[in-house]
């Protein structure tokens, strides 16, 4: 598939590698400092959560090669505080994090309004610093599997459908913990996201590859409180 407006692009390469979570893990035991060790679940809010319009420009169109179906990269406007699950386990300085993010976002392609929804299943490592304190440091890193799907963004006539890309990210994060409770945390960080997006599927339900694959970033605060059981 090649675009219409700048090159080609990308089909996804799941990364199914993190989802190994073997582990009986035994009993939670508190640690030397304020946090307690074990299992933990959590949300997170996304403030902002936006895209940098690298690729979904609201300008670029892709077309099959030797075809006619096209799919749109719509422009995205911040989903306001969208919501993150997450489901972790927490021992010593380390705490391995599984979350799925899902928000929808308002767009534009030239001058028509589309609707696009996002979702990202993340498996990430964050880092504590300072762990005898009440107050943590923390560094994360992670990867993720993300997809968005454009709402009636693929073309082949006389046939409209959603247009779906899919593809694959590393996420970053900084920023600091506070423990008020061994089992209770609260953080406030800010994430970057970069995604490369190397497939996608449109009207005649067929999975392209597409090469050169596109990359997309994302950047926004996010707070999270968690429970330890």
Known sequence: MTR??????????????????AAAPALAQESSGFAKNGGDVGMSGVMNFTFGGDTFDGETAYQKV???????????????????????WRTGIGALEVSYDRSKHQ?????????????????????????????QPHLLLGGSIPWMTV????????????????GFGVNTEAGVTVFPLPRVGV???????????????????????????????????????????
């Open 4 to 21: 219409s407006l700048p090159a080609r692009i990308g089909r996804l390469v799941s990364i199914p590698v993190f989802l190994a979570m």
């Open 66 to 88: 030797d075809g006619e179906e096209i799919l749109i990269l719509p422009k995205f406007e911040g989903a306001h505080n969208a919501m993150r699950a997450v489901f972790g």
């Open 107 to 135: 767009g534009r392609f030239l001058t028509f309004p589309f609707e696009g929804t996002f979702h990202a299943l993340n498996v990430d490592e964050r880092i504590f610093l300072l762990t005898k304190g009440r107050i």
């Open 151 to 166: 709402k009636d963004g693929s073309f082949l006539d006389p046939n409209v459908a959603d247009g779906s890309f899919r």
């Open 187 to 229: 953080s406030a960080g800010y994430r970057y996201r970069v995604m490369w997006f190397d497939s996608a599927s449109g009207v005649s339900d067929t999975a392209y590859k597409l090469r050169p694959r596109f990359h997309e970033t994302t950047g926004s605060v996010v707070l999270t409180g968690t429970f330890t059981f």
